[in-house]
């Protein structure tokens, strides 16, 4: 069964910086592509980053590129979102998600983000 | 990039109506779209995969159509627990992207 775990959410200030992880299992993780999607308070799901299985290939959102950077490390089966220079609009529940083409994505449960001072 | 347009926003059915609801691709985008429900609080749950397929477990009354650019979820005799809000998403080039999603309501 596929588990996808986030954790590192939490309160930052703007301008703040959060590393948010998510721990897989039940699957071969390396395997697969592998995404964050967001969804704000009261708001539609955005998609915000993926990755390739190896690493090699990321792509971004327009509305977090140059500030997020998504990563993985696949001998632990972990994958990051690195989030500088963070802006209320990113406040936001974060999920990690699985990409399996002709399935579509798995999700976990997400981790909130609140950027306020 | 690739904009997606659902409608509507939002319904108000009663439980055994038939539902449906639409989405516009600004592109063609072939067959590579999925339908998702979230329910309040929960996590988003897939129904449908390359606009027709039902993901396994799914009920039979979810049914997807479309292709190109037009692309339309189908819940026949509506129940209870489908009370939700429903997103499609195109993955056919990178950003991928969500329709804003059609709320269900119940009458």
Redesign the interface.
Known sequence: EVQLVESGGGLVQPGGSLRLSCAASGFTFSSYVM?WVRQGPGK????VS?ISDSGGNT????SVRGRFTISRDNSKNTLHLQMNSLRAEDTAKY?CAK?RW?????????TLVTVSS | ?IQMTQSPSSLSASVGDRVTITCRASQDITDDL?W?Q?KPGK????LI??AS?L?SGVPSRFSGSGSGTEFTLTITSLQPEDFATY?C?Q?ND????????TKVEIK
């Open positions: 995404s539609g799901l955005e998609w993926s792509y971004y959102a327009d999920y990409w002709g399935s579509g994505y798995s999700w976990g449960q997400g | 990039d999925g998702y979230q996590a988003p749950k897939r995969y390359a397929s993901q997103y998403l993955h990178y950003p991928q992207t969500f329709g804003q999603g």
